[in-house]
């Protein structure tokens, strides 16, 4: 390895640069890129970072030396650097943004201040209360993190404090790099018959009568003779467990030389005894498509894959990947939530086993933590993962399977990088030279484009597995059910109705509500009043379970009102449907029901979400009630009525793509029905029946979907006909963030003219008591959007060093969606 003096490093912090810094002598040579190296940023932070690149280019400022090196190889790969270059100049964010949403923030941890009263201080100066009350606190705990001083003490913000007694010599402070990522460890018993014949005589005396020691010799001795090993490891907890025996016995055995125990470092993974199922037999539509498929990827294009709800598409994607495990290659198979991953990964491990990674936030970071050291030594075949998972150290993959590639849950919303992991698994492709494969029953409009503009490859399926026919769909208008007065509550009655029938039957029923909570607002029937969220411009939601009202934007809660705080009146009333609500009124109509509820509110773990969807799998459930989780790619045997109690939240939301969510969103719920050997059912219930996108759910008509929306789109210069940037400004001073949005619209205009507009107030214009604005910009394609984000960059830096202004925060969102 060659001998460098300098190395680039990637710190996660704001400035989008690297930071050069000295490589000490025992270093240089044994450094290299991808490494992690621990630093001094700043006064004292000490920070663990990337080493980008070496070189020996002497800086013209005192390069500070590396502290420490973490690693003998690289961390992160060449290809990974790569991604994270295109990810921050696309998406308008710094590199250190991207570092710290790519690897877990337990392996890149950074110091922690500890602060210690300095016994040899002779100083004399006066101390305040506070003061008094931190050195009185550290005498007694002699070194205490900052929070632990907080508990202490009482005082709720004592840095200021802690600064003070360092410059005045009472106290001194000390930074540590923690390793955050911690191994678990258990204690096992190693056992073999060579340890019986160097302690003979101390085996005889232990066996020749009963006691707990020779129950433990007797279990090890038979467990070795059931293998074809010359000794075993077993968990000492286990031995434990099943011989009810103590700690005691197991270290008298380890004194007299007939065990070994070891700490061992032991997986958080969980492993599986798994029954292989043999590679799937496709029908002849699945096999067409797959040898269509096979052909673009030969051809190094994208893959559309557009099939019909239950077609089969999964079949198709584990042969691909079948293909790719038996080059020695790795595949990774996005999702685009949670929730689908837990009856996935059960079907994916009967043909890849232990080989499988399950990669998402439900997860702990430990865990994640373990999945990502484990792949960067090639320890799986396969990836499962929602977004994030595009960040993991792939050294050598050969296929991306994006599943349900529509959904909007692949775009990153908050904090940076605003990125969306369809459009970064594309370049990703590009970047490892392997195969990228889309999938959907409901392409986005954008990738529908691109294969209409033959910059993907589309494949058809058309039919569904099994020759099962598409659910019937009946639209049901429910004003027409109010004013004859037949509405049961929010159900028309061809939906109870429905719903008897199957629960006669059997069989299970989902019903769709987009919305979460008993109901989304409460008001007074005297004089209009609704409360609000203190710090949102947002009413709040009423959830029955915990009778609280809860803002959905910031997370407060606040207890439920019985009195109006407007004009005094009791004559409160909840309005609009959630599905706290829906879960209440059909326990009414069917008591003997099995009802559950799958939204964010009940499945707040991944423990919740799989204990929901395998009481619906193992038909321990008969209605489940939830939000657009229960849209997506789930398959249920019984399943055979799908209820949408109202289509018009969707139809009716002010947003250019509402028309496609909309459909994609009605064909995906109606597609989780009859997916077996029956046809299934979906009732959608409407204040507006004559609507186009319900005609082109109920016929199934995709392409008119999408030949009205781009034509649409074309005429009024939205993607994918041109190109889309939303600016948000916010700020706790209104009048700045107005000032603020002022000047870079304005300066903006100067260049892009009417390509500009705004500012404007968004929807919800005040979240966590910071006021917002956007400004959204909308250009041609051909025009170089780099120039227009390095303006864009350059009037931001501007309005940042302008002190009045510098509190405004920005948010740059390329591509929104």
């Not at 990637?10 to 690297?18: A, C, D, I, R």
């Not at 392996?107 to 100083?123: A, G, K, R, T, V």
Request: include cysteine.
């Amino acid at each position: 390895m060659s001998t460098y003096l300098y190395a680039e490093i990637l710190l996660p912090v704001p400035p989008n640069q690297t930071f050069t810094y000295y490589i000490p002598e025992n270093m240089q040579g044994n450094i290299s890129v991808g490494a992690r190296v621990v630093v001094n940023f700043g006064k004292r932070k000490l920070y663990t970072g990337i080493v980008v690149s070496l070189h020996n280019k002497k800086p013209n400022f005192d390069a500070k030396p590396i502290e420490d090196l973490q690693d003998e190889s690289s961390f992160v790969t060449s290809k990974q650097l790569e991604l994270w270059e295109w990810i921050s100049n696309y998406y308008c964010c710094s590199k250190g943004d991207v570092l710290n949403a790519a690897i877990p923030s337990a392996l890149i941890p950074s110091s922690q201040s500890n602060f210690y009263f300095n016994e040899n201080s002779d100083s004399e100066d006066i101390l305040n209360d506070s003061e008094i009350k931190i050195i009185e606190f550290l005498q007694n705990a002699k070194v205490a993190e900052i929070n632990k001083i907080t508990e202490g003490t009482g005082i709720k913000y004592p840095m200021h404090q802690l600064q003070n007694l360092h410059q005045k010599g009472l106290i001194s402070i000390n930074q540590q790099v923690y390793k955050s990522y911690k191994p678990v460890y258990k204690n096992f018993i190693r056992f073999k018959y060579e340890f019986i014949e160097k302690n003979l005589l101390e085996f005889e005396k232990i066996t020749s009568k009963n006691s707990r020691q020779k129950d433990i010799l007797d279990f090890l001795i038979e467990s070795l003779s059931n293998k074809d090993e010359n000794e075993i490891n077993i968990e000492e907890s286990d031995i434990i467990k099943n011989l009810s025996v103590s700690k005691t016995s197991i270290v008298s055995l380890a004194k007299k030389g007939l065990i070994n125990t070891t700490k061992q470092e032991i997986s958080r993974i969980e492993q599986f005894d798994v029954e292989y199922t043999p590679s799937p037999v496709l029908s002849k539509a699945q096999q067409d498509a797959y040898n269509l498929v096979k052909k673009g990827i030969d051809d190094k294009k994208p893959i559309l894959l557009h099939g019909v709800t239950s077609s089969g598409k999964t079949e198709i994607y584990i042969k691909l990947i079948e293909d790719i495990v038996a080059e020695g290659k790795q595949a990774l198979y996005m999702l685009p939530e949670i929730a689908l991953t837990t009856q996935m990964i059960l079907r994916l491990r009967r043909y890849f086993g232990n080989k499988i990674g399950v990669f998402h936030s439900k997860y702990s970071l430990n865990s994640r933590s373990e999945i990502y050291q484990k792949l960067l030594n090639n320890e799986f075949d396969v990836i499962l993962g929602v977004r994030s998972s595009v960040f993991l150290p792939f050294k050598n993959l050969g296929i991306i399977i994006v599943d349900e590639e529509h959904e909007s849950s692949y775009k990153q919303q908050n904090p940076d990088p605003r990125y969306n992991a369809r459009d970064v698994a594309i370049v990703m492709s590009k970047i490892h030279n392997c195969a990228v494969v889309l999938g959907s029953a409901t392409p986005s409009i954008e990738s529908y484009n691109n294969a209409k503009k033959d910059k993907y490859k589309l494949v058809e399926l058309n039919t569904r597995y099994g020759d099962v026919a598409l659910p019937i769909i009946h639209i049901v208008d429910i004003k027409d059910g109010y004013r004859r007065k037949i509405m049961k509550n929010h159900f028309h009655p061809d939906l109870i109705n429905s719903i008897g029938t199957a629960l006669q039957n059997k069989e299970q029923v989902i019903l769709f509500q987009n919305r979460r909570g008993y109901s989304p607002y409460l008001e007074c029937k005297d004089c209009g009043w609704v409360p609000y969220c203190n710090s949102c411009n947002v009413s709040l939601t009423y959830h029955k379970y915990g009778n609280s009202l809860n803002c959905h934007y910031c997370g407060e809660s606040f207890p439920m009102l019985y009195i109006c705080k407007s004009c005094g009146s009791t004559n409160l009333k909840t309005k609009g449907l959630g599905t706290e609500r829906i879960e209440d009124e059909i326990i009414e109509f069917f008591p003997d029901a099995r009802v559950a509820r799958l939204d964010l509110d009940a499945a707040k773990s991944n423990k919740s979400y799989e204990k929901i969807l395998k009481d619906f799998a193992n038909y321990n459930t008969d209605i489940l009630v939830g939000t657009q989780m229960i849209t997506k790619g789930l398959d249920f045997e019984r399943l055979s009525l799908v209820g949408i109690l109202n289509a018009d939240n969707m139809l009716n939301f002010p947003d250019f793509r509402a028309f496609e969510r909309a459909y994609q969103l009605f064909a995906q719920v109606s597609g989780r029905a009859g997916r077996r050997n029956k046809q299934g059912k979906v009732i959608i219930q409407t204040f507006n029946p004559t609507h186009p996108i319900l005609k082109q759910v109920l016929d199934n008509d995709y392409l008119e979907m999408y030949n009205n929306q781009i034509s649409e789109r074309t005429i009024f210069r939205y993607p994918p006909s041109w190109s889309f940037i939303i600016i948000k400004l916010k700020n706790k001073d209104k009048q700045k963030v107005y000032s603020a949005a002022g000047f870079l619209a304005n300066e903006l205009k100067k260049k892009l003219h009417q390509r500009v507009k705004g500012p404007e107030e968004p929807l919800i214009n005040r979240i966590k008591n910071y006021y917002i604005l956007n400004i959204h910009l909308r250009f041609e394609k051909d025009i170089s959007a780099v120039k227009i984000k390095n303006l864009i960059l350059s009037q931001i830096a501007a309005i940042r060093s302008n002190k009045e202004l510098s509190s405004t925060l920005f948010e740059i969102d390329v591509d929104p969606i």
